[in-house]
């Protein structure tokens, strides 16, 4: 089956630490996405990379980093730089064919503790 | 003004209702539009593409309004199942990159 994956679905940092957010597509989608998602709040966009070695910043992607040497791969890095991380984050994936509809991993639900 | 608006709600209606949500956005050059609905701590998932005056796919219509620039969700015989955060997402245009500008969204609790 074609689809998103992310991993881990919890993960729990201590103040100061770096982690990692994995998020892997099988649908061969060239550009690929990271939100961010507060409680009650729309989703926001950190990172985005429309092909491979290639990303740009969204619109919060300070305390943030990504690489993209795989078409299949997009994995986050939260750093320690991030001021309030504890949120869900998303990963998403689409063409570059004109069609914009974006499709979403399941979320990693990251708490700092 | 906020680049997409919504009425965070929540709406509650009983079964078998039917109900409207709606959307402004501030960008008169979008195009296209979208519709995710989300459940509670899970991913949206695509419920409707709006490219031209609506959509409509069973008990789902979206309507589009390009002069008031707003877009609307109509769902008709609402089921339980149907309780869930609506998203309106509009496609950014002019900003030379392709990416989605998400609502914060509506809720419908829909009541037995």
């Known amino acids: 089956d074609g689809g998103i994956t992310q991993s881990p679905k919890y993960l729990f940092r201590k103040e100061g630490q770096n982690v990692t957010l994995s998020c892997e597509q099988n649908l061969n989608h060239d550009a690929m996405y990271w939100y961010r998602q507060d409680p009650g709040q729309g989703l926001r966009l950190i990172y985005y990379s429309q092909i491979v070695n290639d990303f740009q910043k969204g619109d919060i992607a300070e305390g943030y980093s990504v690489s993209r040497e795989k078409k299949e791969s997009f994995p986050l890095t939260v750093t320690s730089a991030q001021k309030n991380p504890t949120a869900f984050y998303l990963c998403a994936s689409s063409t570059n064919q004109g069609i914009d509809e974006q499709f979403f991993g399941p979320g990693t639900r990251l708490t700092v503790l | 003004r906020k680049e997409v608006e919504q009425d965070p709600g929540p709406f509650n209606v009983p079964e078998g209702a039917t109900v409207a949500f709606n959307c402004t956005y501030s960008n008169s050059a979008s195009q296209s539009f979208f519709w995710y609905r989300q459940d509670c701590r899970k991913e949206p998932k695509l419920l409707m593409s709006v490219y031209s005056s609506g959509n409509e796919d069973g008990r789902f219509t979206a309507q589009l309004n390009r002069a008031s620039q707003y877009i609307s969700l109509l769902i008709r015989d609402s089921k339980l199942s149907d309780s869930a955060t609506y998203l309106c997402?509009?496609?950014?245009?002019?900003?030379?990159?392709?990416?989605?500008?998400f609502g914060s969204g509506t809720r419908l609790q829909v009541q037995p």
């Open positions: 997402v509009v496609p950014e245009r002019n900003t030379g990159r392709r990416a989605l500008t």
